[in-house]
């Protein structure tokens, strides 16, 4: 895996503060449903905020999404976008009018798992399965 502290990647502006999506239960379940295969640090600097570090070891990206208010900004190396994902779904559930858990459901088949928001036919979010 790239080594996150190079920072080397992808900048952009950061549309959601990463502490408002760690704060929430619901909101951090949405973001693992987002990127299932990520892993959340704080990264702890001496002159500022701490900044979110977000590794997938499965797919070898991560984001480092530095919160400073509306200056935010998210860099991102790796074949998936991770921030992206997480934002996308966050944007979703808000705009859904942000349920609780009990609005989602789940459909398990020999092949797949797949949770949804509200109906099987509403927006959803495939789970890694292992191979047996």
């Known amino acids: 895996m790239a080594r996150p502290q190079s920072r080397v990647g992808s900048l952009r ?3 959601l ?3 408002d999506v760690w704060e929430d239960w619901t909101s951090t379940w949405v973001a ?3 990127a ?3 892993q959340h640090s704080l990264v702890f ?3 500022g905020p701490a900044e979110h570090l977000l590794t997938d070891h499965v797919s070898q990206s991560w984001a ?3 919160a400073k208010g509306e200056e935010g900004v998210v860099r991102q190396n790796g074949p998936q976008r991770l921030w992206d994902s997480i934002e996308k779904a966050i944007h979703l ?3 859904a009018g942000r ?3 009990s609005a989602f459901g789940i459909t398990i088949t020999p092949s797949a798992q797949r949770i949804w928001l509200r109906t099987p036919d509403g927006p959803s979010w495939n789970l890694p399965t292992s191979a047996t």
Do not use: F
Request: charged share 25%.
């Open 13 to 15: 502006p950061a549309r």
């Open 17 to 19: 503060d990463p502490t």
């Open 32 to 34: 693992q449903l987002a």
């Open 36 to 38: 299932p295969d990520t």
């Open 45 to 47: 600097a001496d002159d």
């Open 64 to 66: 480092w999404i530095s």
């Open 93 to 95: 559930w808000d705009g």
């Open 99 to 101: 349920p609780h858990q």
